[in-house]
């Protein structure tokens, strides 16, 4: 279930994500880059960052927070799982927290680190309640958390975010540039400063799932060529790799696969990126 945040929020988290499993047997689940960082909150089991030596388990914390992925992470379940994962804006956690976002990025860091001993407070509130209740639980958090803040002036990166997803990821830095009225040098040290990441590699995540809203709605005759063209790929070899690299699956593979669970987070197994 996806809910959206109260709307004064809305400049910071793009939206909560509720995900309940049952199943028991060991998964894999494949959380891939969508532009957003997040925060994740494991109710009741927690998951699995891997295997060592003898397949010994190595658990992530019950709550952590994910930065910009410059490609993908494997985690697993073993057990039924409810999860609750809050989804910035771009630049959200930034604003929020005030700290560079590059700090966090391709990084796993459990909650307490970043928001202190209340993210532990707040993890024990929503085990407590059910969904509606929990959406206010987190409205209410973030609210306070954002009036501790004084927010800067976003409108350099806000500018930049809206051209490069009206864009849908296709343009160039020189167009960035002749948009906004600054430099390159400028314009990448501000998004790697409140994005994670420079603006080119985040107008390839956006148009990635550009190409990846086209493939799901595409009629049956329309080929793979055509919806590459569309999206400003050079060549479907290009945009293979391109996807390979974000996702390790084909986009075929990804089509057919079942388990998508959000944009960005899909059950898979080994060998499903062959």
């Known amino acids: 279930m996806q809910v959206s945040p109260s709307k004064e929020l809305s400049p910071f988290i793009k939206h909560y994500l509720f995900l309940d499993n049952k199943e028991t047997a060991i998964q894999q689940l494949r959380l891939f880059s969508d532009g957003n960082t997040g925060v994740v909150f494991s109710l009741k089991n927690k998951l699995i960052s891997g295997f060592g030596n003898y397949a010994e388990k190595k658990y992530l914390p019950h709550s952590f927070l994910y930065g910009q992925l410059n490609g993908f992470k494997d985690i697993y379940s073993d057990n039924e799982i409810s999860l609750i994962i809050i989804v910035f804006q771009p630049h959200g956690i930034h604003q929020l927290l005030g700290i560079p976002a590059y700090e966090f ?88 400063e409140c994005v994670g990441l420079n603006p080119k590699k985040f107008g390839n995540i956006i148009r990635l799932h550009h190409f990846l809203k086209l493939l799901k709605e595409k009629a049956d005759e329309t080929n793979l060529t055509a919806i590459c063209y569309d999206t400003g790929f050079a060549d479907q070899s290009h945009l293979i790799k391109e996807f390979k690299k974000h996702t390790g699956l084909t986009p075929t593979a990804y089509l057919h696969s079942t388990g998508k669970l959000t944009n960005n987070l899909i059950k898979t197994f080994s060998g499903s990126s062959l």
């Open 105 to 192: 990025q391709d990084a796993i860091i459990t909650v307490e680190d970043v928001f202190g001993e209340k993210a532990s407070i707040l993890k024990e509130k929503l085990s407590e309640h059910n969904n509606p209740a929990r959406i206010e639980i987190l409205n209410h958090f973030f609210r306070t958390l954002a009036a501790e803040k004084v927010i800067s002036n976003y409108q350099i990166i806000n500018n930049s975010l809206n051209f490069i997803i009206a864009n849908k990821g296709h343009f160039s830095i020189k167009q960035l540039v002749d948009y906004t009225g600054y430099t390159e040098r400028h314009l990448e040290r501000k998004f790697k």
